[in-house]
């Protein structure tokens, strides 16, 4: 039996928009009804027969590229942007807005010389501070990403994100007590926030070792999203962790029923969120120690398709293949585990051990 790390896969930082389409009513002459006039269509209709009859009107160029963008229409949203700001160079919002759609595409060069522009404009738009402090972020410019989460935190108090944004960057700069600090002042202006709750659990399992106070704040996070993958993942993670701690022919019943609680956990997190590789991994080794080899086969195989370079998932696999005397198809596995993570000794002496059988 080979030893598992459970660990939560750190929050992505996400960012906040709101976006809002046209809401004209049709012509009196098509009396259409209610439901129908505002569809994302039948507003996208109406822009189009505003912007025929005035094609110099930047706002209607900019509410149609937010439409398209709604609707999930990338390329056009970006023409209709790039129109708005050809209509109106001196203004703030079509250059935020501009920008979005860059870092929603990844062109983070672009949409960096749009926020800039904005804020030399004079913006008075906090997304255009917070998401260019996701820019800085990810670049690893601290520094300036701190300033621009503090300055979008000022324009708007109330956006919860914000906040959580200083806490994760203090976190990452290992200042916990900031962080802790940051994510607590993020739940008093949203209880419920969920990413907020997410990190204060990381922070009490991982960092300060109390499983209890951890578990108080997964407790609320599901409280507030009853199916939220993270949450149950946490809850599997933690009954598995139970189960773990437990020897003993006399805990063998209460051992098993703890792995099923995890097992039926982690099969929540995965309906909920198909592409979620630790949760898929971490019910595969459910089954493993169950010895439902099979399903946990499936399970990690799973965890590859989505995470090819998940270095436990082929540990896991070509140990599976070793414990059936398959030793070629598992020393493939076990050497590309070895491969992810040349710093872990039982991945490398496995790799050898099976190595050694084959020739």
């Known amino acids: 039996m080979y030893a598992i790390r459970l660990c939560a896969p750190l929050l992505a930082l996400v960012w906040v928009t709101t976006i809002t389409g046209c809401q004209s009513p049709p012509p009196a002459a098509e009396a259409a009804p209610a439901a ?3 569809t994302p269509e039948a507003q996208l209709r109406s822009l189009d027969n505003q912007i025929a009859l005035n094609s110099r009107d930047y706002a209607l160029y900019l509410d149609r590229s937010r439409l398209y963008y709604a609707m999930d229409s990338i390329p056009q ?7 708005a700001v050809a209509l109106f160079r001196d203004g703030p919002n079509v250059h935020y ?3 979005f759609l860059a870092f929603a595409t990844g062109d983070t060069v672009r949409a960096m010389e749009a926020y800039n522009r904005a804020e030399l404009l004079g913006t008075d738009e906090a997304e255009v501070f917070y998401q260019r402090g996701q820019i800085f972020f990810f670049r690893g410019e601290y520094g300036k990403a701190s300033r621009d989460y503090l300055a979008a935190t000022e324009l708007d108090s109330l956006q919860p994100i914000y906040v959580f944004a200083q806490g994760y960057l203090a976190e990452k700069q290992g200042d916990t007590k900031t962080a802790l600090r940051k994510y607590l002042d ?4 949203d209880t419920t926030f969920d990413k907020a709750l997410a990190r204060l659990h990381d922070v009490y399992l991982y960092q300060k070792g109390s499983p209890q106070e951890a578990m108080k704040y997964n407790q609320r996070l599901l409280e507030a999203h009853p199916l939220h993958p993270l949450g149950h993942f946490n809850l599997g993670s933690e009954y598995l962790r139970q189960a773990l701690m437990m020897g003993g ?3 063998e019943n209460e051992r098993r029923t703890l792995i099923n609680q ?3 956990e982690f099969t929540i997190s995965v309906a909920r969120d198909p592409n979620f590789d630790q949760a898929w991994y971490t019910r595969g080794y459910c089954y493993y120690l169950g010895e439902k080899l099979d399903e946990a086969m499936r399970d990690f195989e799973k965890t590859l398709s989505i995470n090819p370079d998940f ?3 082929h540990h896991m696999i070509g140990s599976i293949y070793a414990y059936s005397g398959d030793y ?3 020393l493939g596995y076990l050497r590309r585990a070895a491969e992810l993570n040349p710093a872990s000794r039982d991945f490398r002496e496995k790799a050898e051990e099976v190595s050694a059988l084959v020739q």
């Open 36 to 38: 129908v006039a505002n």
């Open 77 to 83: 949203a970006l023409k209709d942007a790039d129109q």
């Open 97 to 99: 807005w501009r920008g």
């Open 186 to 189: 993020a739940l008093k202006i």
């Open 249 to 251: 022919s006399a805990q």
């Open 262 to 264: 995890a097992v039926s």
């Open 311 to 313: 270095a436990q998932a």
């Open 328 to 330: 070629r198809s598992a």
